[in-house]
């Protein structure tokens, strides 16, 4: 499980998170909303090391991450990032099998490149697809290069950083089916991130709501709709009035 | 307060610099530390000396010839003043192995190397491709500094040495082809003035020079700010600072070897 608790973290004079504190059973898919700039980002960053809290606790299984080792730590999560993060000189089985290509879990090029192959067939591109540089792919091809590269090293956990912005409803929907099928057969633990409310309901277990810098509410999708909580029916409506300032 | 403003400013520019400073030198560390330490990427080291080393031969070999002739125009002019005509091998020679070799050299590198090494870290840096290397369990500074350091490190003393030769070349063409010079008693001149000292120095000049100019390049990319005006910052920053630094350390190495 991962246990987030009052994480605060601030830019300057900016503070983005002022005390969130979240649990995330292992097995579970939660997907985090809330609007642009409110920290979203930066708490996936927080659970990983790549962004240091300034105060706050964050454990895994009970562990405190700042105080593990980092190799195996990192090990254990795969993250698909909103821009696809893709390395551009590197071919895309490369970008799929970088993780098996060195470090501790290298393994053969040929069996890398097999295993990548493989992983590119999962998420519906063809072996063709295996040898073409990134910039030779169009937006939903690299998020689902991206997504390869984050299962090919069978992760426990999965990072979904916005993974239908910028794709049109229907490449949207075929990576929101994708990420919810890959997430069930692999029964990892998943965190998306995301302001896509078909993206929600297609991936949640349970939605957490991140507004003003703490978790504001959590709840199953079903919850979701029914909550009198204004802060989520703005935001689920997407209505220009309420208490979220339309201006930030 | 406001006779105290202008002090104001100039302490926090100097504690602004010192905050630099400090951070150049934990980066250095953190790539010295990598350097020794395995695992090694073979890979992106070898891509990093043709990128470094190779395809800046060119632009290395022509600033050296030009700099070579030019070099031999002045010296007969300068000479001529003195009737001291018949040194121009000699401080050719001598002026392209001991100085302009090295950082001309130097520069034109941090110009081609520092610029694109900055770019291209930069804009892994905005498009979040280094952060997807820490997810991917692997350290950014040994995986993308580390193999363009030790590359530069090592390629830039070659290109200086190569360098060297074109520019005594550059002198000789034009001292045997304008100014009237047997071209074997130029050629001898030079063998006999040169000693092994005046070539090595040079060369590790050039090695000082490619660290600087490939751990700025470094450093400025890994701290680039958003956005393309960010890369365009760390871009900039990079070749001013390898440029002033290879001056700066030219300076110290000159002082260092030749005045004690």
């Known amino acids: 499980m991962i246990a987030l608790r009052t994480v605060t973290k601030s830019f300057g004079r900016n503070a983005v998170l002022r005390g969130v504190s979240l649990d995330i059973p292992s097995g579970q898919s939660m997907v985090i909303i809330g609007g642009s700039g409110t920290g ?8 990983l090391g790549l962004v240091r809290p300034d105060a706050g606790t964050i454990t895994l299984d009970g562990q405190d991450v700042t105080k593990v080792e ?42 890398a490149r097999e295993i990548a192959i493989e992983k590119l067939r999962r998420v519906g591109l063809t072996p063709d697809v295996a040898d073409l540089y990134p910039a030779e792919l169009s937006g939903g091809m690299q998020k689902r290069v991206g997504l390869a590269r984050a299962i090919a090293a069978e992760p426990e956990i999965i990072f979904f950083d916005e993974p239908t912005t910028g794709l049109d409803p229907i490449m949207a929907g075929v990576i929101n089916a994708l990420i919810r099928e890959i997430v069930t057969e692999m029964g990892a633990t998943a965190i998306t991130i995301t302001h896509d409310m078909s ?10 709501m ?32 309420g208490p979220i300032a339309a201006i930030r | 307060m406001r ?9 926090r520019a ?10 150049i030198a ?59 005509e018949m040194v121009v091998p000699n401080i050719v020679a001598i002026g392209i192995v001991r100085e302009l070799g090295p950082v001309l050299g130097g520069l034109m590198v941090a110009a081609r190397v520092a ?25 950014p500074v040994k995986y993308l500094a580390v193999p363009r350091v030790a590359a530069a490190t090592l390629t830039v003393p070659v290109l200086v040495a190569v360098g060297d030769a074109i520019g005594i070349a550059g002198g000789w063409l034009v001292g045997v082809n304008r100014l009237g010079f047997n071209s074997s008693t130029y050629l001898q001149s030079t063998v006999n003035f040169l000693e092994g000292w005046d070539i090595v120095s040079g060369l590790i000049k050039g090695a000082a020079f490619g660290f600087i100019v490939a751990l700025m390049g470094c450093y400025h990319g890994m701290t680039s700010g958003r956005g393309a005006q960010g890369v365009g910052q760390a871009t900039k920053s990079a070749v001013v600072s390898a440029s002033v630094m290879i001056l700066a350390t030219n300076y110290l190495l000159t002082g260092l070897f030749f005045t004690s």
């Not at chain 1, 980092?70 to 089985?93: E, I, K, N, Y």
């Not at chain 1, 993780?99 to 393994?107: C, F, Y």
């Not at chain 2, 498009?127 to 820490?134: C, G, K, M, S």
Request: aromatic residues 10%.
């Open chain 1, 40 to 47: 979203k980002s930066v708490l996936l960053k927080c659970i």
């Open chain 1, 199 to 208: 993206s929600v309901r297609a991936i949640a277990d349970k939605v957490a």
């Open chain 2, 14 to 23: 100097t504690l602004g610099l010192l905050a630099a400073l400090g951070r």
């Open chain 1, 70 to 111: 980092r190799d195996a730590f990192l090990a254990r999560f795969g993250m698909l990032f909103q821009g696809g993060a893709l390395f551009d000189s590197m071919r895309v089985w490369e970008n799929v099998a970088f993780r098996l290509l060195r470090g501790t879990q290298k393994r053969p090029k040929a069996e």
């Open chain 2, 26 to 84: 934990f980066f250095t560390g953190q790539v010295l530390s990598h350097m020794l330490r395995p695992p090694f990427y073979l890979r992106e080291f070898l891509h990093a000396v043709m990128q470094i080393g190779w395809f800046s031969l060119p632009v290395v070999g022509l600033t050296a010839v030009f700099t070579g002739g030019a070099l031999a125009l002045q010296i007969y002019s300068g000479g001529a003043r003195f009737n001291a």
């Open chain 2, 115 to 139: 610029s694109s090494i900055a770019a291209e870290i930069g804009t892994m840096k905005v498009t979040e491709q280094i952060d997807a290397l820490v997810t991917l369990s692997t350290n």
């Open chain 2, 3 to 11: 006779l105290l403003a202008p002090v104001a400013g100039l302490g």
């Open chain 1, 210 to 241: 991140l507004h003003a810098g703490v978790i504001r509410w959590t709840g199953s999708v079903g919850e979701m709709d029914a909550t009198s909580d204004p802060y989520v029916q703005q935001f689920i409506h997407g209505r220009a009035e």
